[in-house]
């Protein structure tokens, strides 16, 4: 048997030697062979000429290093398919996870007959040292989530949000070929596409304090994860993309009513009666448009492209694009808004949300392609 250990990396210098050290005694004299395949996301503290250097003393390490592509998921399944292993297990680099626990996964994996086995936080065996207890609230709460938008054949599983599992890749490789890789997390998602149809079971993990480094939990991370939830219970009809374009879309209009309210008020102190709420209503609208506009393409920068995230002059140049992408839509966003108040209710509100639900479509394709690059 050959086993393919899958760590992938982003600036994990300090802990990546010490790691590949206690695998490579953990593992020695084991009935079965290894291999090590470091996934590195182009490093800027020197990890990929580290393991590159550790290659060269040890053949079982292998170094894939990812330029202009980014993202755990992504990285996660890269090294899966580039694995020539019969079995690959997927583990952090930051030292959290117990190189013990690997033998006990492989173990109960193959006397069972599985095709994955995760190892827990949560299992009533583990020990949990490195988690705040607002981050191990946190994850009991996504579990929850997670577990209630899963298929039932997963609901013994205590912990889907899991960085460490074991697999059996000759059975699940057209499984991990359709896995979402701007997931929240590789292993959610795996189980999502799966359909309930994988053969699973756990091992108690010790979680241990990070070693060195912070954590890459985030804004994007959180955000991820509702994104997750909602294409899960969605059926996975609807792209993940949209499904984010959309929540921040709410944002804008949420923006965009503030602003245009606000403007209106601004209006009326100035003029005081000398322009009427009609008048008004159609001053303030294009620039709340536009504000509402700018608000929606720095969110959706942040947050749904935040793989093709834009930054200094390019982010300049993509609100500029955003913009004129936008511009159409935006004249008929206020035309249609103007009309409807105009010819079918006096209601500022529903006359803008009628004008921002024509653009949607337009701004989400066209943009996601001319802004972002991204088909």
């Known amino acids: 048997m050959r086993l393919s250990i899958v760590l992938p990396t982003w600036n994990e210098r300090d802990n990546i030697e010490p790691l590949l050290s206690q695998l490579m005694q953990q593992l020695a004299g084991q009935p079965f062979s290894i291999e090590i395949l470091v996934v590195d996301d182009d490093s800027a503290d020197g990890t990929a000429e580290l393991v590159r250097e550790l290659s060269q003393r040890h053949p079982c390490l292998r170094l894939i290093r990812r330029v202009g592509r980014s993202g755990l998921a992504s990285a996660i399944k890269e090294g899966l398919l580039d694995a020539t292993g019969d079995l690959a297990l997927v583990m952090d680099s930051d030292g959290q996870h117990e190189p013990s626990a690997i033998l006990r996964a492989v173990r109960t994996l193959q006397e069972r007959q599985l095709d994955l086995v995760v190892g827990s936080r949560f299992h009533p065996e583990a020990e949990i040292r490195g988690l705040s207890g607002r981050r191990e609230q946190g994850s009991?709460?996504?579990?929850?989530?997670?577990?209630?938008?899963?298929?039932?054949?997963?609901?013994?599983?205590?912990?889907?949000?899991?960085?460490?599992?074991?697999?059996?890749?000759?059975?699940?490789?057209?499984?991990?070929?359709?896995?979402?890789?701007?997931?929240?997390?590789?292993?959610?998602?795996?189980?999502?596409?799966?359909?309930?149809?994988?053969?699973?079971?756990?091992?108690?993990?010790?979680?241990?304090?990070?070693?060195?480094?912070?954590?890459?939990?985030?804004?994007?991370?959180?955000?991820?994860?509702?994104?997750?939830?909602?294409h899960s219970l969605s059926f996975r009809i609807l792209p993940r993309r949209a499904i984010s374009f959309a929540l921040v879309g709410c944002s804008g209009v949420l923006v965009q009513l503030i602003a245009t309210h606000l403007l209106m008020v601004g209006l009326a102190l100035s003029s005081g009666d000398a322009l009427t709420v009609r008048q008004r209503f159609e001053l303030a609208l294009p620039l709340a448009v536009v504000i509402a506009a700018s608000s929606n393409y720095l969110i959706n920068n942040a947050l749904t492209f935040r793989f093709q995230r834009l930054q200094g002059l390019a982010l300049v140049r993509g609100l500029l694009k955003f913009l004129l992408v936008a511009s159409l839509p935006a004249l008929a966003n206020v035309g249609l808004a103007a009309a409807f108040y105009s010819f079918v209710a006096s209601n500022t509100v529903w006359a803008q949300l009628a004008g921002i639900l024509v653009v949607f479509v337009w701004n989400y394709a066209a943009s996601s392609r001319f802004v972002w690059n991204t088909p």
């Open 140 to 230: 009991t709460w996504a579990n929850g989530a997670a577990r209630f938008s899963l298929p039932k054949a997963y609901a013994e599983l205590t912990d889907y949000m899991s960085g460490f599992f074991v697999v059996r890749l000759e059975s699940l490789l057209p499984v991990l070929r359709a896995v979402d890789v701007n997931g929240f997390k590789f292993l959610y998602e795996l189980l999502a596409v799966s359909r309930g149809r994988l053969r699973v079971g756990e091992v108690p993990l010790i979680f241990q304090p990070r070693v060195s480094g912070s954590s890459k939990l985030d804004l994007a991370i959180f955000w991820d994860f509702l994104i997750s939830l909602l």
